[in-house]
């Protein structure tokens, strides 16, 4: 996947190129592991129960994913090199990048625990706990929300017999809660970003007391019910301010009692009983010899690499490809790194050949589709190889019906021939963003696609998640443009907005529209 980043160092990752990688597959989540089988089934196995205590607190019985559609963890070495990946933060303890049939969380190695969890893990549980929430809400949740519930649910424990405690203490806030400057009640609640801009901006306790409130108003009996009130209300359309002066009261006293709640030292929690958690199995498997070998060059293709690590990342595929030609999975990351360098050619013959190997390697139609479609787009006439990329997208299609990408360049490659995408495409784009919701680009390109048609308020209700970024990165800023263009456009008025700046390569939503780093809430920690 190629994006533009920042520098990034060249990765040179703590487990050896021979590595003894694993995989970890069930019902939500892929892990790739350097690690004992023992550790890897326990790491994935506290990963369903987390998702499971989840839907039983909140009430969501979410439909399983499509294989592509878990989200895939990497487990990639020690805290330095999650940070090297990323590329640009020195307290980076893990990341979570969403992307239609491809997130992808980048964490150390895995480590079960019984006890207190490190922070890395902390990090995995808050960015897996913003994806649920997405999936799940189709409206913007106030930032302090957002962050709020998220810390609140990554405050977890998973004792040794299998159950669950939820909504503990968030221990890794405490120093933030105590040292850090104080953010009053009415900027908590009203504000855009969870980071403070600004020249002379200093790190807050934005995330502490976003915690504090969302823990509080869940237990304190004097407040129950007021927070599923205030969520309705926001679902409803109100803004976060307004609808906390009519649920909640009084905001100064509000603020009174979280300021005591703060510093009480016994804090409630949910505790699940193993029996009371319902997951599926997990199964292990090892992977290939050329496949371990190539794992840590995969990683930064999934990350994302630029022109320059482009070129040295299809280089080391290369050397590695050529000792294990008949690896189907090697070959479809060496299409992978062709296609980030541009050597489209190079990229179908090498997904080519993957699946002349084995035709269920669904990356291998990923990459010959991407890599089609975009040669089309360089040459004048390009109907045949859109014609392939489609053809590719098809043969996927059929391999895993639930997929995203087929259905996004369903669309796609009707508007790259210049025609006007039928009925059936634009139900195929909104179909894409039901099973991805997490996509943000893909929500932009449907929300236009909506207001194009005329159907204004359902763009504002696919737009306003997008919107709602707590980084205020690039997306949420143009959902935002867009949302304020269309507050004065009259339901049923075709109307677009004309050209962005939107990438509009490989998958919606991915490449330049590939959101930061989602797991930048650990800066300062």
Do not use: C
């Not at 520098?7 to 990752?13: Q, V």
């Not at 010959?368 to 990329?389: H, I, N, P, Q, T």
């Not at 929300?447 to 970024?469: C, D, H, N, V, Y």
């Amino acid at each position: 996947m190629k994006i533009r980043i920042a520098a990034l160092a060249a990765l040179a990752f703590a487990t050896p190129a021979q590595a003894d990688w694993l995989k970890a597959e069930s019902e939500h989540f892929v892990v790739y592991a350097d690690d004992s089988e023992r550790d890897l089934a326990r790491f994935t196995e506290i990963l369903e129960r987390y998702h499971a205590a989840m839907e039983k607190l909140t009430g969501r019985d979410s439909e399983p994913p499509s294989p592509s559609n878990r989200v895939t963890i990497y487990a990639v070495g020690s805290k330095r090199d999650v940070r090297d990946l990323a590329g640009d933060s020195k307290f980076l303890g893990g990341f979570y990048i969403p992307r239609a049939g491809a997130s992808a969380a980048f964490v150390p190695d895995v480590r079960p625990s019984y006890g207190e969890l490190q922070r890395p893990m902390i990090t995995l549980l808050h960015e897996y706990a913003h994806h649920f929430f997405i999936g799940n809400n189709r409206f913007a949740m106030p930032v302090w929300m957002n962050e709020g519930a998220a810390d609140f649910f990554a405050s977890a424990r998973f004792p040794k017999k299998g159950g669950v405690e939820i909504g503990r203490p968030a221990y890794h806030r405490a120093m933030e809660l105590r040292y850090a400057v104080k953010v009053p009640i009415e900027q908590l609640l009203a504000r855009k970003r969870s980071l403070p801009t600004g020249k002379n901006a200093k790190y807050d306790s934005f995330y502490g007391r976003s915690w504090a409130l969302y823990h509080y108003l869940t237990f304190e009996p004097t407040r129950r019910g007021q927070l599923s009130q205030y969520v309705r209300s926001i679902a409803e359309g109100q803004t976060s301010l307004k609808a906390a002066h009519e649920v909640f009261g009084d905001l100064q006293q509000l603020e009174k009692e979280l300021d005591k709640y703060i510093d009480k030292r016994t804090k409630f929690g949910f505790v699940f009983e193993p029996e009371a958690l319902s997951i599926g199995p997990v199964k292990i498997s090892r992977v290939s010899d050329g496949l371990a070998e190539m794992l840590p060059t995969r990683i930064r293709s999934k990350r994302g690499v630029d022109e320059e690590q482009a070129r040295e990342v299809v280089e080391e595929a290369r050397r590695i490809a050529a000792r294990y030609p008949e690896d189907a999975d090697v070959l479809a990351a060496l299409a992978e790194a062709e296609q980030d360098a541009e050597d489209h050619d190079a990229a179908v013959a090498a997904a080519d050949r993957a699946i002349a190997i084995d035709p269920t390697v669904k990356d291998a139609y990923i990459q010959k589709g991407y890599a089609l479609f975009d040669k089309a787009a360089k040459v004048d006439e390009g109907e045949e190889l859109l014609r392939g990329s489609l053809g590719a997208f098809s043969a996927l299609n059929k391999l895993e019906n639930d997929h995203p990408l087929p259905l996004i360049f369903y669309y796609r490659i009707l508007v790259e021939r210049g025609q006007k995408p039928n009925e059936n495409a634009k139900h195929a784009l909104e179909r894409a963003l039901e099973l991805a919701p997490f996509d943000r680009g893909l929500a932009m390109h449907v929300g236009q696609m909506q207001a194009r048609e005329g159907k204004i308020a359902l763009a504002r209700q696919t737009l306003a998640p997008a919107a709602a970024s707590p980084h205020g990165d690039r997306i949420s800023g143009l959902a935002k443009f867009l949302l304020n263009r269309l507050a004065s456009v009259p339901e049923g008025t075709e109307w677009s907005p004309g050209v962005l700046g939107l990438s509009d390569n490989r998958a919606v939503g991915s490449k330049e529209d590939t959101p930061d780093d989602e797991g930048d809430e650990t800066e300062g920690e």
